[in-house]
């Protein structure tokens, strides 16, 4: 089934701005506006409630039955891989200030470092064909994941991966860079690999990825429908989780 709550999102986000301008291009006296600024409101609420409202995902292990289905997907190629940054176990909390470096940031744990290697080397032997080049945001967490996992050389680093707290401004830029990495056909024989963030997944697909749905080093598989979004195929688990897969920052 296609899903429904990547159009809807879109619909929640822009439908008082349709509204308002409806009520402007018209003419309406200021109550009139305020009611239907109210009404728009009580809309949008509903519209991104059916949106969020959904049981959340769960993470399928490669030797279960599902796993094992999906990892066969993988290696028939044409699909997205949006992989969450390794683990943080034990590392300080974003500073949210670029100029910092990697200082300033939450990065990977040394069992991460660890993790992401073993990742790369688990895709590999699993024969899971993947498209160059193997593209990672900026922050240190993701970018250090996909180096480690993948090699320097095959990764290319894209603000279209940012990290959501640190889009600031761009955060609308940075949701459309990522819905249209998740929707563009990719070619038979090769998957799209994106390493980034779970958060700006959670804004788009909504409560289908809370909570532990996407845990660190996890993969999220998209199967890409060009202009009628994404179809949401599962979460591999390729490698184990570590301490939940969910570490909070210190």
């Known amino acids: 089934m296609l899903f429904s709550a990547f159009d809807l999102v879109e619909m929640c986000r822009g439908f008082r701005l349709r509204l308002s301008f409806i009520v402007n291009t018209r003419g309406h006296v200021l109550m009139m506006r305020k009611l239907v600024g109210f009404l728009s409101v009580l809309i949008t609420a509903l519209l991104c409630a059916s949106a969020y409202a959904q049981p959340a995902i769960q993470t399928l292990n490669i030797e279960s039955d599902e796993g094992a289905a999906l990892l066969e997907r993988l290696r028939e190629g044409g699909l997205v891989m949006y992989i969450r940054h390794a683990d943080t176990t034990g590392q300080q909390c974003d500073t949210y200030n670029y100029s910092a470096g990697r200082e300033g940031q939450r990065n990977i744990s040394s069992m991460g470092r660890e993790q992401a290697a073993e990742l790369g080397k688990q895709i590999e032997e699993l024969g899971i064909p993947m498209a160059e080049p193997i593209l990672s945001g900026p922050v240190y967490r993701a970018r250090d994941t996909a180096e480690l996992a993948f090699g320097v050389d095959r990764v290319s680093v894209t603000d279209s991966l940012l990290a959501d707290d640190y889009a600031r401004g761009r955060l609308d ?54 202009s009628e979004g994404t179809e949401m195929l599962g979460v591999l688990e390729i490698v184990p989780a570590i301490n939940g897969g969910n570490p909070p920052c210190l």
């Open 173 to 226: 830029w940075v949701l459309s860079e990522h819905r249209r990495l998740f929707s563009e056909p990719v070619g038979q024989g090769e998957n799209r690999v994106l390493v980034g963030h779970r958060t700006p997944a959670q804004m788009i697909f909504g409560s289908i990825l809370s909570g532990t749905s996407l845990p660190e080093a996890g993969v999220l598989v998209l199967e890409p429908r060009g």
